[in-house]
């Protein structure tokens, strides 16, 4: 889970490196329930799973790996340049940010939110037009470095099943037709709003 060289584009440097759940929607990976999600929408949670990692900034994007213990394991990229906003969305307890693309809204659980903010913002604003093409030339040469999405861990996911089953909890969540990878599509999706034409917006993020 920590990141290494391979995991850097050139010229890249890690800033803050923080505990961090990537939020992802089950039904878009074709998941089954989890057999403990009762207890999650008491935290507003319903049909969103928490998926534990790491969340680094780094001069030029944030960069999500996740450990190996969930049901979903990879990594994703959402490059600072592409970054219109960074809210804080907590509720209660639960301490969230949403990271706000043209096509994207990225959820993350993470604690220390405002300091977090502050910083995002300072390396948004630190990036010159010679290092945002950089960026973009960096980025489209090393995708799988910029990250390849979120994958199915199958024996997690069966051990999952075999859970619901034990609780006799109901039927099963529907798997999705050629279950596709959301946060890989996310990636690319991020990569093309990275190498759009317009100057990119570099807006202060609100807290």
């Known amino acids: 889970m920590d990141v290494r060289s391979e995991d850097l584009l050139p010229g ?10 990537a939020l992802v929607k089950i ?5 089954s329930r989890f057999f403990a999600d009762d207890l999650l929408r008491l935290m507003g949670m ?31 990229s959402v490059a600072l340049p ?5 809210k ?21 659980v993470v604690w220390g939110i405002p ?3 502050s910083a995002i913002d300072r390396a948004r604003a630190a990036l010159t037009d010679v290092e945002i093409e950089q960026l973009r030339t960096s980025a489209a040469e090393n995708y799988r470095r910029f990250g390849d999405g979120l994958k199915v861990a199958n024996a997690i996911e069966t051990m999952n099943r075999a859970l619901l089953v034990a609780r006799k909890s109901g039927t099963l969540a529907k798997i999705a037709a050629g279950a596709s990878n959301p946060f890989e599509l996310s990636g690319i999706m991020n990569l093309l709003e990275l190498l759009g034409d317009g100057p990119p917006a570099q807006g202060s993020s609100t807290g």
């Open 12 to 21: 890249e440097k890690v800033l803050i490196t923080k505990s961090a759940n």
């Open 88 to 108: 804080d969305t907590s509720r209660f307890v639960m301490k969230r940010i949403d990271v706000v693309t043209d096509t994207e809204t990225f959820q993350f």
């Open 46 to 76: 319903k049909k969103i799973e928490g998926i534990g990692g790491k969340l680094y900034l780094t001069n030029y994007r944030l960069l999500f790996k996740s450990h190996a213990f969930n049901r979903l394991t990879g990594k994703f």
């Open 27 to 31: 039904t878009e990976y074709g998941l």
């Open 82 to 86: 592409t970054i219109k906003s960074v």
């Open 115 to 117: 300091e977090l903010i």
